[in-house]
Structures are given as C-alpha cells and as structure tokens.
C-alpha cells in the first residue's frame, strides 16, 4: 500500500496538524518518506469519542466474533508480506530475520489470545445460587463476571516495531478483555506502525465492529500521549519505554479526576547469578552464553542481561578473561535509533567515568553510523552497594560483573536492587543449598526467574510473566506477555437477584457459552460439545 503519513481514527484517514516526524534509517541516518504529521488535542478528542461509542458493543461480542477478529489481524498482517518487512529493516535496521521472527510472534500471540477468548476463563464466572430457606438469613442469588475497563491507549515500544508496538502483546490483550484500542505510535518507525494499523482497520471493517475500535495516532512531543492518557473515556494505559516516560504516563493518570491504571514496563537490570561450582565447572561455556545474550540484537532487550554477580575468585577471573576474548570478535551492531545510540554512550562514559567501576571488555568498534560497542565493566560488591548509580539500565550492550568476597556479600547485593523483569541463577548440584536460600529474596525482587538459561528471549504462553516490582514495571502484579495479560484489562461485575433474560450470556442458569464456572463453591466444566 502507499504510506499516506497521515492518522487513522476509525476507518478515516486524517491529516494532522502538528510538528511532523519521520522514520531515519539508523543504519545510514538518511530520512525516510513520508512525513507524519502529529496528532492535535481534538485528534486525541475524536479518536477518544469513537472508542467510548464502540465500548458497549464490542465488548458484548460473542466469543467466536471476538476471537475471529484477533485471528483476522494476524491474517491481515501476514497478507503484507515483504512490504512490511523491508519497511521494519529500514525504520530499525534490525536484521530481516529477526524481522520475520519478529512477525511471527506478533501473529502467533494474537491466536494465542483468540484460543484464550474463546476458552472462557477470563470470564472467571462465579454463581452462588439463592438460598432462601438459610437460616437465620436467606441468601440473595449473587453471580460475578468479568468486563472490559473501557478503553486503552497503548504506547508502542521502540524495540520491537511489531510485538511491542501496533498489534503487539498490549494491543492483543486489551482486544481480547473487549477494549476499544487507541495507539499511539513509536516516533522510531511510523511506516511500519502505519501498515500495520491499517491491517487492523481492516479487520474491525472486515469483522462488521464498530469502526472505534481501533485508531493510530502520531505525535512527536507528549502533546498525544498526555492527552490520550488525560482523557476521562480512556480507562487504562499500556507502555513499554523508559523509566521517565512511564513516570510521566503514571502522573498524568494519577491527577485525573478519575485515576486510571497505567501498566508500564520501565527499567531493568536482571542480574545473573554465578554460582562457584557452575563457574567452576562451566567457565567457557557460561562465558559464551553471557556473551551472545549481551550482544543479541546490540543488547536492545528489556531483559538484557545487564548485571553479573559472583564470588570473586579464580574462576570468576577465568570468566572475566573468556569474556574479554569473546568480546573482541564480536562486532559492533547498529543500534535501532540515533537517540538510543546516544543514550547508550552517555551510559557507557557514566561508568568509565565512575571510580568504582573499571572497563573488563570491549567489543569491536563500528565503522558506521549509530554502532554499538559492547561493553562489560567490573565492581567489588562494597562499590556497588555504596553507589546507587550503578544500578542504571545501560541501554544495549552493556553490562556489570560485581565481584563478592562471601555469600554474604551476595546476598546483600541481591538484596539492594530494585525490582526486576528476571534473576537468572547459574548453578550446579553442589550449589543447591546456596541457591535455596536466596530464591525467596529473588521472588521478591523479579517476576521471573531462571535456572541455567539467558534471560533474552520471552516465551508467549499461558505461564510466561514479563512483569516485576517498580521499576521493572509499575504494577507487580500483572505481566504484559502471556495469556494473563488480559487480566489487565478486567474488572468484575456482580449481578444479584437478576432476572435470568437479564443476565449476560456467561451468568445465565442454562450456561449458553459452555465456559468453566464456579457453582456454589464447586468447579464446573462443560464437556466437549455441550
């Protein structure tokens, strides 16, 4: 199709009327065509109104409509085939085939939320049937559902052009819940974002939904996203970004005169533990694992793994040493934006700078524009539990080995980080009790945690959690990968003494939907067929 620049509101195309942006190619830093002009207040005011007219209806959508109108944007976003992806290699320079795996996912997890729609369970249908004869007080007849909050903007991510960012894990989920979906797109490939937006406006015209369904916004300051976020018709936000962006989305929620939930994923280190026995008897082999999971993708990973932590001693050394010797035949990568390679710089000069860390590796240096040079850094445990500072996400492909005297050092820097998105744990079977005892100060402090694995790379299932206390995420108590990310987007609702034609489809005596529900404190499931 040919890029317009323009923003999609419903099913209209419309021009706007602010400071316009465009994608760069990073790998170049050549501008690309169009211009997308941003989107005004009364843009943000349109988009809004249309979504809070399609609320009630699509939100009662029968579970077969619903889950067929998430399986029609995969399809529709499969059907643009090579257009989309060379538009993604342009606006990112990511590899193609991380692009097309990247696609994948997008379209695997929007089936994934279709089988999640249609099974029921998110209804979470609860019944107590009328006791009238109780004594001494009869029971009311008291039924819970689940409903969709209203609708969501979402804030597309800069690292993944299509998971995190037009039809990606946020977007997925809220259509799932049956929330009308306002996006707003990433400033860093608004080509693709738009593609991508008009295949789902094709699947809301397609699927006969009402047309607020979805829009796409654009907008190269916080005008869109404020006004978005400040809305009284928006009843939840989705982010992945920065620390400070989520901060400010998190604000602006909280001083409206109706506070509303923003979920965003901000900030995270994900420390890996080295456990003696594992570095004793693993040393090259863990070095090379480090090695390609701080590199993947110039370390653009919200679970890049930016913190190495280990008793210091001959072993750790030979790690250290295996790492330099691997990072010197690494090559530098181009980085998805200019500002993201800036940012990653000033991080790399913050630590060389700081007395208390000192640079351990260094990976080949790029010969054109916007390169990553991956680095590694080494600290004692004293310096890094005396210096907040590095603690800082490094954006890329930078990490810190913090070097500890006794398992008691361990713990306390284990103890002194923030929350995290993941706490991966190197081990061997002699290392069992050691790891026993810090997995409960790892539960509380990441959302997911691993055993002899990387942290790069997110399943999309039904048990994934891509969550974690603050800064990891706002809110710990969700996850914005997996199935159960449509929680977030849910309230429940209770019916008491309603007339049974009055009851939605889920609560009803006869149980129309055939969906799992509990019944008078007992689980009941609907066979096949019934």
Same mark, same amino acid.
């Given at each position: $199709?040919?890029?317009?620049?323009?923003?999609?509101?419903?099913?209209?195309?419309? *021009?706007?009327?602010?400071?316009?942006?465009?994608?760069?190619?990073?790998?170049?830093? @050549? !501008?690309?065509?169009?211009?997308?002009?941003?989107?005004?207040?009364?843009?943000?005011?349109?988009?809004?109104?249309?979504?809070?007219?399609?609320?009630?209806?699509?939100?009662?959508?029968?579970?077969? +409509?619903?889950?067929?109108?998430?399986?029609?944007?995969?399809?529709?976003?499969?059907?643009?085939?090579?257009?989309?992806? %060379?538009?993604?290699?342009?606006?990112?320079?990511?590899?193609?085939?991380?692009?097309?795996?990247?696609?994948?996912?997008?379209?695997?997890?929007?089936?994934?939320?279709?089988?999640?729609?249609?099974?029921?369970?998110?209804?979470?249908?609860?019944?107590?049937?009328?006791?009238?004869?109780?004594?001494?007080?009869?029971?009311? %007849?008291?039924?819970?559902?689940?409903?969709?909050?209203?609708? +969501?903007?979402? /804030?597309?991510?800069?690292? #993944?052009?299509?998971?995190?960012?037009?039809?990606?894990?946020?977007?997925?989920?809220?259509? @799932?819940?049956?929330?009308?979906?306002?996006?707003?797109?990433?400033?860093?490939?608004?080509?693709?974002?738009?593609?991508?937006?008009?295949?789902?406006?094709?699947?809301?015209?397609?699927?006969?939904?009402?047309?607020?369904? /979805?829009?796409?916004?654009?907008?190269?300051?916080?005008?869109?996203?404020? !006004?978005?976020?400040? %809305?009284?018709?928006?009843?939840?936000?989705? /982010?992945?970004?920065?620390?400070?962006?989520?901060?400010? =989305? $998190?604000?602006?929620?909280?001083?409206?005169?109706?506070?509303?939930?923003?979920?965003?994923?901000?900030?995270?280190?994900?420390?890996?533990?080295?456990?003696?026995?594992?570095?004793?008897?693993?040393?090259?082999?863990?070095?090379?694992? #480090?090695?390609?999971?701080?590199?993947?993708?110039?370390?653009? #990973?919200?679970?890049?793994?930016?913190?190495?932590?280990?008793?210091?001693?001959?072993?750790?050394?030979?790690?250290?040493?295996?790492?330099?010797? =691997?990072?010197?035949?690494?090559?530098?990568?181009?980085?998805?934006?200019?500002?993201?390679?800036?940012?990653?710089?000033?991080?790399?000069?913050?630590?060389?700078?700081? *007395?208390?860390?000192?640079?351990?590796?260094?990976?080949?240096?790029?010969?054109?524009?916007?390169?990553?040079?991956?680095?590694? /850094?080494?600290?004692?445990?004293?310096?890094?539990?005396? %210096?907040?500072?590095?603690?800082?996400?490094? #954006?890329?492909?930078?990490?810190?080995?913090?070097?500890?005297?006794?398992?008691?050092?361990?713990?306390? +820097?284990?103890?002194?980080?923030?929350?995290?998105?993941?706490?991966?744990?190197?081990?061997?079977?002699?290392?069992?009790?050691?790891?026993?005892?810090?997995?409960?100060?790892?539960?509380?402090?990441?959302?997911?945690?691993?055993?002899?694995?990387?942290?790069?790379?997110?399943?999309?299932?039904?048990? $994934?959690?891509?969550?974690?206390?603050?800064?990891?995420?706002?809110?710990?108590?969700?996850?914005?990968?997996?199935?159960?990310?449509?929680?977030?987007?849910?309230?429940? +609702?209770?019916?008491?003494?309603?007339?049974?034609?009055?009851?939605?489809?889920?609560?009803?005596?006869?149980?129309?939907?055939?969906?799992?529900?509990?019944?008078?404190?007992?689980?009941?499931?609907?066979?096949?067929?019934?």
């Amino acid at each position: $199709m040919t890029l317009t620049g323009h923003l999609l509101i419903g099913q209209h195309t419309v *021009a706007g009327t602010r400071e316009a942006i465009r994608g760069i190619n990073p790998a170049t830093d @050549a !501008a690309l065509q169009p211009a997308y002009a941003g989107g005004s207040a009364e843009h943000v005011a349109q988009a809004c109104e249309l979504a809070w007219a399609a609320l009630d209806r699509y939100r009662e959508t029968t579970l077969s +409509v619903r889950a067929g109108f998430l399986q029609r944007i995969a399809e529709e976003i499969e059907a643009l085939g090579d257009e989309l992806i %060379d538009r993604a290699v342009a606006e990112t320079g990511l590899p193609r085939p991380r692009l097309l795996g990247e696609r994948g996912r997008t379209c695997q997890q929007l089936r994934l939320f279709a089988r999640t729609v249609r099974a029921g369970e998110w209804l979470d249908v609860r019944v107590d049937n009328a006791q009238p004869q109780r004594q001494p007080m009869p029971r009311a %007849d008291l039924r819970q559902r689940q409903i969709a909050l209203g609708p +969501v903007a979402v /804030f597309g991510a800069s690292n #993944f052009p299509l998971a995190f960012s037009v039809a990606g894990g946020d977007t997925a989920s809220a259509l @799932a819940a049956g929330c009308p979906v306002i996006v707003k797109a990433h400033g860093a490939h608004p080509g693709t974002s738009e593609l991508v937006g008009h295949a789902v406006a094709r699947a809301v015209k397609t699927c006969g939904l009402p047309e607020g369904v /979805f829009s796409l916004l654009y907008g190269s300051g916080r005008e869109v996203g404020i !006004a978005l976020v400040s %809305d009284p018709r928006i009843k939840a936000v989705g /982010f992945t970004g920065s620390r400070s962006g989520g901060l400010a =989305l $998190m604000q602006a929620a909280q001083a409206r005169p109706e506070p509303i939930p923003v979920y965003a994923e901000m900030s995270s280190i994900n420390p890996v533990l080295l456990f003696p026995a594992a570095l004793q008897n693993r040393t090259q082999a863990l070095a090379a694992g #480090f090695v390609t999971s701080l590199t993947l993708g110039a370390g653009q #990973f919200c679970t890049n793994p930016g913190l190495l932590i280990a008793r210091r001693g001959p072993a750790l050394q030979s790690f250290v040493d295996t790492v330099a010797d =691997l990072l010197q035949q690494s090559p530098a990568q181009t980085m998805l934006t200019p500002g993201i390679c800036g940012a990653y710089e000033a991080g790399l000069n913050a630590l060389a700078e700081n *007395a208390r860390a000192r640079i351990a590796a260094i990976g080949q240096i790029g010969n054109g524009t916007n390169q990553c040079q991956a680095h590694v /850094f080494v600290t004692d445990a004293g310096d890094f539990l005396a %210096d907040h500072g590095l603690q800082a996400e490094v #954006f890329g492909a930078a990490s810190l080995i913090v070097q500890c005297a006794s398992d008691d050092e361990v713990r306390q +820097v284990i103890e002194h980080l923030e929350g995290q998105l993941t706490a991966t744990l190197h081990l061997d079977d002699e290392d069992l009790e050691r790891a026993r005892l810090l997995v409960p100060i790892l539960e509380r402090k990441a959302g997911r945690l691993l055993v002899n694995g990387w942290p790069t790379g997110v399943e999309v299932c039904d048990a $994934m959690v891509h969550g974690g206390p603050f800064p990891a995420t706002s809110d710990a108590r969700t996850t914005s990968v997996g199935t159960a990310a449509i929680l977030r987007f849910l309230r429940p +609702v209770c019916y008491q003494d309603f007339p049974d034609s009055l009851l939605p489809g889920a609560l009803r005596q006869a149980n129309p939907l055939h969906v799992s529900r509990l019944v008078d404190g007992q689980r009941e499931v609907p066979k096949h067929g019934e």
